[in-house]
Each structure stands twice: as structure tokens, then as C-alpha cells.
């Protein structure tokens, strides 16, 4: 008989040594150079630029500079690839790691609620019963109203989850930010939740699987690394961790507006009103 849970288990334990093996491929070194050695550039298996070396020969040639140093960068990155490759093979003694339809990668999926993939993060705020009636021009008794039957329609409609629209906050922040806009079907994924008070209302969104990052792919374009720079997603250790937080931070406040459009009756008068 299958066993999903013994296999569940065995699937954590890889993940477990693969985040281990990843964890130390800092150690692995690549220096590679263009114009015959008068750029070189070192990388590591992390594929991050330890250091970059220019010879005072072409310092004011600026173009060619930059023409060698992306050359150099390019190679380098080829070649760490490699040889971080090698050295996963020689940790695990396989040829590849394969999850196959088990990663659920860009997929939506109750394995990626349950496990989480990249970042798992919990954003919560309390809102006072005054703000909720002076700002967002909503009652407390028609919020818990609709919260009480979001779960049961999303039931219903089989959706993994229960919010109302966090795809539309992580579309914005991914195509911002160079991520991979792909994966906003498997990252929307979550659950928005709110919980009456004395005289305040909690409310939080819980988002299992961020699979964000701040280096490589899209994050090398200029716009993109400008917006993480304002941010202040840019560099750091725990760079992308901040980043997942953000974005969470972001994604619940959209879901506060909207709820609070649909509970006070003003989220179709508004659409008809400006002719949406």
C-alpha cells in the first residue's frame, strides 16, 4: 500500500541535505578573466561576485571595460555552474536530484501549502474598530460576516487556500523586481484571516511558498535592481528572507482594502462609477 506520509518523510530528508550541500557551496571558487587577463573576476558556487580586478591600462577606456568585465562575468558563472555540479554529484553520490511532478514547481498544490517551497511567511496587523469605520469605511460586523463565508466558497470551488487576491499584489512586486512571474500561480497560494478583538481586529496573511530571490535571472536588470535597492532587498545575508516579508506586508494590505471594499458595498459602485 502507498504510503504518502513515509513518502513525505523521505522527501524532507532530501530537501534537508540538498539545503545542507547548498549551504556550503560559498566554498567553491571560479576566477575567470577576458582581454587576455586585463579583466578577471572571481565568483563563488552561490554564484555571487567576490571580487572584480581591472588592469590600470583600459581604466579609462569605460566602454571596453564594461564590455570585458560582463564577458568575464558571463564565463565565470558558466564555469561555477560546473563545478558546483560536480561537487553536489560528489555530496550526494548522484548524477542529478530529481522531484519530478512531486516539486510542484509553478503549480498550485496542497504539497506546497502543506511543506512550503523558498520562504514561508506570516504578515499580521491589528486594526482598530474607529480606523476600520473612519479609513476603510467598513463595519467590523460585515467583515466577520464575509470571513466566515470565504472558507466554505473556496471549499466549494476547490481553490487551495482562502484569500481574494494576492496574485494581483505579487504580479506588481514580481515584474518590479525581476522575479520569475511563472511562479506566481504556486506562490499565491495562502490563507487571509481575520480575528475580532475587544475593540480591534487582527488580521493576517499566512503565504507558505515564496520562491523569491535577489540575485540572478531578472534581478540583473537595471529598473529591477533599482526598485530592490529601494527597497532595501539589494544585498545582506537575509536579503531575500526581507524581500519575501515585503512582499507579504504588501500582499495583506491589498487584501485588507479589498475586503473592506466588498464588506461596505463600495467595491461595484466603484467599478461602475469609473466605468471598469
Do not use: W
Amino acid at each position: 500500500m502507498f504510503d504518502m506520509m513515509k513518502m513525505m518523510g523521505k522527501f524532507k530528508e532530501a530537501q534537508d541535505k540538498m539545503k545542507e550541500i547548498k549551504n556550503q557551496l560559498d566554498t567553491i571558487k571560479v576566477e575567470s578573466e577576458s582581454g587576455a587577463g586585463l579583466v578577471k573576476v572571481e565568483v563563488n558556487g552561490k554564484k555571487e561576485v567576490i571580487s572584480i580586478k581591472i588592469d590600470k591600462s583600459i581604466i579609462n577606456e569605460v566602454e571596453m571595460v564594461e564590455d570585458l568585465t560582463v564577458a568575464a562575468v558571463n564565463k565565470a558563472m558558466k564555469e561555477v555552474e560546473i563545478k558546483s555540479s560536480e561537487f553536489i554529484k560528489e555530496k550526494t553520490g548522484a548524477n542529478f536530484f530529481l522531484e519530478s511532478g512531486f516539486n510542484s514547481d509553478k503549480k498550485a498544490s496542497a504539497r506546497n501549502m502543506i511543506m512550503g517551497r523558498g520562504h514561508s511567511v506570516i504578515s499580521e496587523t491589528t486594526i482598530s474598530h474607529s480606523v476600520i469605520r473612519s479609513v476603510l469605511d467598513a463595519n467590523v460586523e460585515d467583515l466577520i460576516k464575509y470571513q466566515e463565508i470565504g472558507p466554505t466558497t473556496t471549499r466549494l470551488a476547490g481553490t487551495e487556500g482562502c484569500h481574494l487576491h494576492v496574485s494581483n499584489a505579487l504580479t506588481a512586486i514580481y515584474l518590479a523586481t525581476g522575479q520569475d512571474t511563472a511562479c506566481v500561480a504556486e506562490n499565491s497560494i495562502g490563507h487571509y484571516q481575520i480575528e475580532p478583538l475587544d475593540d480591534e481586529v487582527k488580521f493576517r496573511l499566512t503565504l507558505p511558498s515564496l520562491t523569491v530571490g535577489t540575485v540572478g535571472g531578472g534581478t540583473r536588470l537595471a529598473p529591477q535592481q533599482q526598485n530592490l535597492k529601494l527597497l532595501g532587498c539589494d544585498e545582506g545575508d537575509n536579503a531575500s528572507k526581507k524581500f519575501a516579508e515585503i512582499i507579504c506586508a504588501s500582499a495583506l494590505a491589498l487584501e485588507i482594502s479589498l475586503f473592506s471594499a466588498l464588506a461596505s458595498h463600495t467595491f461595484a459602485q466603484a467599478h461602475m462609477k469609473y466605468g471598469r
